[in-house]
């Protein structure tokens, strides 16, 4: 089986925990890219989570010269978790001055998956206009916003429910959850 190879961006939104636990599974069975933003980096030692020692290739944010930044180097989603405001503003307008929003803006281009893990409450209008233009442009937009329809009896599974739909969608199987089989099961 092909490896795939996956790019994850982690911005300055609070939920570094959905950041960690999304690459506790993805760099066991994937090759994975991981690029923090500098407020990234402040949350989430703020939050006491530790993105270090993944078996993965750090890019520093501001590397835009790295090979993930040119659609020539081909791989196969990319997830921004949490994704802030800010870099949603950025992708959703083509901005992009730095290697995350840069390699989301590659990802569009080149019709990749592109996974936005929003995190802001309430939304303002820029925010909802923000997140139709990225949708519009290609990118799944996926509010840190766990359901609790599998009675989670801890933080942890709240975590898992958000980051088991992210890896649904980047097709890597997982079992975080169990599956909605109907109130009987
Ligand atoms: C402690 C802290 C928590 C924050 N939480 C959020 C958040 O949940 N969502 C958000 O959109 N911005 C949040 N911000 C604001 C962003 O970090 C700020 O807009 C920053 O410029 C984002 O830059 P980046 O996207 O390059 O990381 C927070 C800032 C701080 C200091």
Redesign the pocket.
């Known amino acids: 089986m092909v490896e795939k190879e996956f790019v994850i961006g982690v ?5 570094a925990c959905y950041a960690r636990r999304l690459l506790e599974v993805l760099c066991t069975n994937s090759k994975v890219h991981i690029i923090i ?4 980096c ?2 989430a030692a ?1 939050e006491n989570v530790s993105l270090n020692g993944f078996n993965a290739t750090y890019h520093a944010i501001d590397r835009i010269a790295a090979p993930i930044a040119s659609g020539s180097h081909r791989f196969d989603g990319m997830v921004i978790i ?1 994704c ?4 949603l503003a950025a992708i959703s307008t083509g901005y992009a001055d ?1 290697l ?1 929003t840069r390699t989301a803006d590659v990802c569009l281009k080149e019709h990749r998956t592109c996974i936005l893990v929003t ?2 409450t309430p939304l303002s209008k820029i925010h909802l206009r923000n997140m139709l233009s990225a949708e519009d442009a290609g990118a799944t937009i996926m509010p840190a916003c766990p359901g609790f329809y599998h009675n989670p009896k801890t933080i942890d599974n709240l975590v898992d429910m958000v980051v088991a739909r992210v890896l649904d969608h980047l097709n890597v199987e997982h079992n975080l959850i169990k599956r909605w089989s109907g109130y009987d099961a």
């Open positions: 911005t300055g939104a609070s939920g933003s500098d407020v990234g402040q949350i703020h949490p802030s405001a800010k870099t730095n995350i995190r802001e």
